[in-house]
């Protein structure tokens, strides 16, 4: 698991200074936490406004989804030794077209890379969508399995397009078996950003 986390920090976060064009400077919810002096050598935050940084949720890890007509994109990532991680990710994309397109090319990634073996493991993914929340969301289910029995490691994202914005959040860590409070932090946190994205996103 600690490798998983490590591998996926690595990709999401080539840190930049500059804003990103279209989002303010501290309108990600985990802004004010990655500017907060940390002193705790075992915690990191990183805040990337790179067009090219990886989608957070990427079940292939490789050819990797919506990386295309990107015109804005912020990623603050948190890690936690030995093997905790959290991402909020805000992507706009030139047309709402656009925007559709990437969350299409996630889904068709969840489907093709649903389960990855690894000797006597495999990671698979599952998701669902949920109703309510933007034009479109899904919550998506990483997790080690040994056999039917799952393991400990994995990964949980709430993942929303509104307009030409697609939003993500993700937690990793000590995951066990996937039950519905493991997304709860994500929902309240995607709910929020969904309610006030359209200040900067084409929403109509």
């Keep these: 698991m600690q490798k998983i986390v490590a591998l996926s920090c690595a990709a999401l976060v080539a840190a930049t200074a500059a804003a990103a064009p279209?989002?303010?400077?501290?309108?990600?919810?985990?802004?004010?936490?990655?500017?907060?002096?940390?002193?705790?050598?075992?915690?990191?935050?990183?805040?990337?406004?790179?067009?090219?940084?990886?989608?957070?949720?990427?079940?292939?890890?490789r050819n990797a989804p919506g990386r295309t007509g990107r015109v804005?994109?912020?990623?603050?990532?948190?890690?936690?030794?030995?093997?905790?991680?959290?991402?909020?990710?805000?992507?706009?994309?030139?047309?709402?077209?656009?925007?559709?397109?990437?969350?299409?090319?996630?889904?068709?990634?969840?489907?093709?890379?649903?389960?990855?073996?690894?000797?006597g493991s495999a990671y698979r993914y599952a998701?669902?969508?949920v109703t309510g929340l933007g034009d479109e969301a899904l919550k998506v289910s990483g997790q080690i399995y040994y056999g039917a029995k799952a393991g400990?490691?994995?990964?949980?994202?709430?993942?929303?397009?509104?307009?030409?914005?697609?939003?993500?959040?993700?937690?990793a860590g000590e995951y066990a078996k996937p039950v519905g409070r493991d997304w709860a932090d994500q929902l309240r946190d995607a709910t929020r950003m969904t309610a006030k994205i359209c200040g900067i996103a084409t929403c109509s």
Aim: proline share 4%; glycine share 10%.
């Design 22 to 61: 279209g989002i303010p400077r501290g309108f990600l919810l985990s802004e004010r936490a990655a500017a907060t002096k940390d002193a705790d050598p075992q915690t990191n935050w990183k805040v990337s406004d790179s067009l090219k940084t990886r989608f957070a949720l990427d079940p292939c890890g």
């Design 72 to 119: 804005a994109a912020r990623t603050v990532t948190f890690t936690g030794v030995p093997d905790f991680m959290k991402v909020e990710q805000v992507l706009l994309y030139g047309s709402q077209a656009s925007a559709a397109r990437a969350v299409s090319q996630v889904r068709a990634a969840l489907s093709a890379c649903g389960s990855r073996k690894d000797g």
């Design 127 to 129: 998701s669902t969508a």
């Design 152 to 171: 400990v490691g994995g990964d949980r994202t709430v993942l929303v397009r509104r307009g030409n914005a697609v939003l993500v959040y993700l937690r």
